[in-house]
């Protein structure tokens, strides 16, 4: 297993499908050792969900979208959010996905979480932002919150991910 490189990244781009889409600034997302994703929405939890055994048993927490005043910016208080990103992902059977935040936010008390990208899955994914900072955080739309950084498998996996994410937010063209 290894960790792809922004050459790596790069020609990745070209691929169909390719392994990221959507982006806004090639220049500046592409990182040494990783892919910066922006922030395309933010929502507010105002729900809760449920997790059973199956994903017949599984509730998504409602939220409620918050509006970017006519400069692009979120006024965030402490809490946690619900983000969209902006960025697509095509990842192969060779390829497994890890985001961490960004080191700005969380030199700001902010921090995001997120699940694992499986090899063979497509979307547009949402992450989690926590603000800790008691004085909340303001965050822009289109801002660089998360580096994904793409794992090699040391063989193709027979089975990828096939779940109710698969596609996530893709519009077609």
């Known amino acids: 297993m290894g ?95 890890l985001a961490k935040p960004r080191s700005t936010l969380l030199r700001n008390g902010a921090a995001a979480h997120n699940a694992v990208w499986d090899a063979g899955y497509t979307g547009r994914s949402q992450i989690q932002v926590a603000v800790y900072n008691p004085h909340g955080l303001t965050l822009a739309r289109n801002a660089r919150i998360v580096q994904m950084v793409f794992f090699t498998l040391d063989n193709a996996t027979e089975t990828p991910y096939a779940g109710i994410y698969q596609g996530e937010a893709v519009t077609s063209p």
């Open 3 to 97: 960790v792809l490189s922004s050459q790596q990244i790069r020609a990745m781009l070209s691929d169909t499908p390719p392994l990221v889409a959507g982006f806004l600034d090639l220049d500046e997302q592409l990182q040494a050792n990783g892919f910066d994703m922006t922030l395309e929405s933010i929502a507010a939890f105002t729900g809760a969900g449920r997790i059973g055994v199956s994903n017949d048993d599984r509730i998504l927490a409602e939220t409620e979208e918050l509006a970017f005043d006519a400069d692009g910016y979120v006024r965030l208080e402490p809490g946690v959010y619900a983000v969209r990103l902006n960025e697509t992902v095509a990842l192969p059977r060779t390829v497994m996905a």
